[in-house]
């Protein structure tokens, strides 16, 4: 059973960089064929895909927010960061981490593809 778990500030004001740690235990980053996503949810709508990082280390962003984006990993504790610059409140949201197998890029807004699931950490961009 793979477990996620999401950490990082809770509060984080305008204009600074949110970070985000994911820990994975029950399983490693660079198993074959996996990607490690994250994904967020702002108050009142749905789930948006942020960014994924794949079992070879190579990465993918949503176009919408790329420019801001880095997801990147440290094999050696088995945990994959998120880092989003230039934060405004309407980054708000709970953000998940999460892991699904490589079935192409087109899959990672699919989120019933989606196999594990953190339990979310909530975010608030405020001053």
């Known amino acids: 059973q793979v477990q996620l778990q999401e950490s990082g500030p809770g509060l984080v004001k305008p204009s600074q960089t949110l970070s985000l740690t994911c820990t994975v235990s029950g399983g490693s980053i660079t198993t074959n064929y996996y990607y490690w996503s994250w994904i967020r949810q702002p108050p009142g709508k749905g789930l948006e895909w942020i960014g994924s990082?794949?079992?070879?280390?190579?990465?993918v962003y949503s176009p919408s927010l790329e420019s801001r984006t880095s997801v990147s990993r440290d094999t050696s504790k088995n945990q994959f960061t998120l880092q989003l610059k230039s934060v405004t409140p309407e980054d708000t949201a709970v953000y998940y981490c999460a892991m699904l197998p490589d079935q192409g890029r087109a899959t990672m807004m699919i989120y019933a593809v989606y196999e594990y699931w953190g339990q979310g950490t909530r975010v608030t961009v405020s001053s």
């Open positions: 990082i794949a079992y070879s280390g190579s990465t």
